[in-house]
């Protein structure tokens, strides 16, 4: 119950958290729009010039800012989560299934976020937050990789997210049981995938063929990673 009310007096002191949830409020009916964005101001009790000046482009800067809200609840939940027992192939499906049950009450704004972002003028705001979303996730489970992998783990975890929230927006079962087997089979399908690699690097007439691609892909670094080797590679 205490977290509870630390929660509202933060959202209260924060006016970008008071303009997301007073959006929530109309954002079912109007969408992530104008309409919503000046009703969600007034509700906030804020000016219109205040409001945008926390989102200038109005209610896409809102939607982002929605979005980026329920990756940081993710990322908290999971460092207070002991995760050490389970696979990270687990830890990854539980990362997913937690960041869309605490958006559970929200499924409606989620949705109308995918068609906001589904319009070519706003589709690249709309990978980029998907992006961000499995960065989140990684980084919040402890990938240290600077290569390649850094790349293909995002894009290979951006793949399995969008298509469990379109899953999951869905699913009229009972605690959302269907999406979260929908999940794991995702998840077991970029295993295999996984195992069928590893597979040719250790078949004895494959390796001089994976050789050039390897070399090629070891040069490629993450943004911002540092020269020195870091310890542990972890696959999806």
């Given at each position: ?45 804020l000016t219109a010039a205040e409001a ?30 002991d995760l050490s027992a389970m696979r ?67 894009a290979t975890l951006s793949g399995v ?76």
């Open positions: 119950m205490t977290d509870g009310l630390e929660n509202a007096t933060e959202t209260a002191a924060d006016p970008k958290a008071r303009l997301i949830a007073a959006a929530l409020m109309h954002v079912p009916f109007d969408g992530w729009s104008e309409t919503s964005f000046r009703a969600a101001s007034v509700d906030a009790g945008r000046a926390l989102f200038p482009r109005g209610a896409v800067d809102l939607a982002l800012a929605f979005h980026a809200q329920g990756d940081a609840a993710m990322v908290a939940a999971l460092k207070a989560s990270y192939s687990d830890r990854v499906g539980h990362a997913i299934r937690t960041r869309l049950e605490l958006v559970t009450h929200d499924k409606e704004a989620v949705r109308r976020g995918l068609t906001l972002f589904a319009l070519p003028i706003h589709a690249a705001d709309g990978a980029r937050a998907l992006w961000q979303t499995a960065d989140a996730i990684w980084t919040a489970l402890g990938d240290t990789s600077d290569d390649l992998n850094w790349y293909t783990k995002r997210y969008s298509s469990t929230v379109l899953y999951w927006l869905g699913d009229q079962s009972m605690d959302h049981a269907a999406t979260w087997a929908f999940l794991e089979r995702r998840i077991d399908d970029v295993m295999r995938i996984e195992r069928a690699k590893k597979a040719m690097r250790e078949n004895r007439l494959l390796k001089p063929l994976m050789a050039g691609p390897e070399w090629l892909a070891s040069k490629i670094k993450a943004p911002g990673a540092a020269p020195a080797n870091l310890p542990g590679r972890w696959r999806l």
